[in-house]
């Protein structure tokens, strides 16, 4: 059974920044496309960035271009999400979730991504 655990999260000044890792069991992340989301109080859920499983690509939305990094370390089967000059409209509740896109790269439409995680706070206060 694929499970993926979210970890990371806190309460962070605007500026700050933040590692999200998202560990996996029961599969091999690299063999999936890997995405973060995330959902602030009353609004809709969002793709934030995802990393491919073939080649790696990633890809961002324009609201964290630039500020968040996503990367994948085979060896502990875990992908990060690295926040930097985090602004108050970045609060959300952060998921990863994993899948598998039919075409080159990855989506940050939740549609592929079949397994999710239980989701990390990230709020971001002064």
């Known amino acids: 059974q694929l499970q993926l655990v979210e970890s990371g999260g806190g309460l962070v000044q605007p500026g700050g920044s933040l590692r999200l890792p998202c560990a996996a069991s029961g599969f091999t992340m690299s063999s999936y496309d890997i995405g973060w989301f995330r959902q602030a109080p009353g609004k809709e859920r969002e793709g934030v960035s995802c990393?491919?499983?073939?080649?790696?690509?990633?890809n961002y939305a324009g609201s964290v271009k630039g500020r968040f990094t996503i990367s994948r370390d085979v060896a502990k089967n875990t992908v990060y999400l690295q926040m930097n000059s985090l602004k108050p409209e970045d609060t959300a509740v952060y998921y990863c979730?994993?899948?598998?896109?039919?075409?080159?790269?990855?989506?940050?439409?939740?549609?592929?991504?079949?397994?999710w995680g239980q989701g990390t706070q990230v709020t971001v206060s002064s």
């Open positions: 979730a994993a899948g598998l896109h039919p075409l080159p790269g990855c989506i940050l439409a939740s549609t592929p991504y079949t397994s």
């Open positions: 990393i491919s499983s073939r080649g790696g690509a990633t």
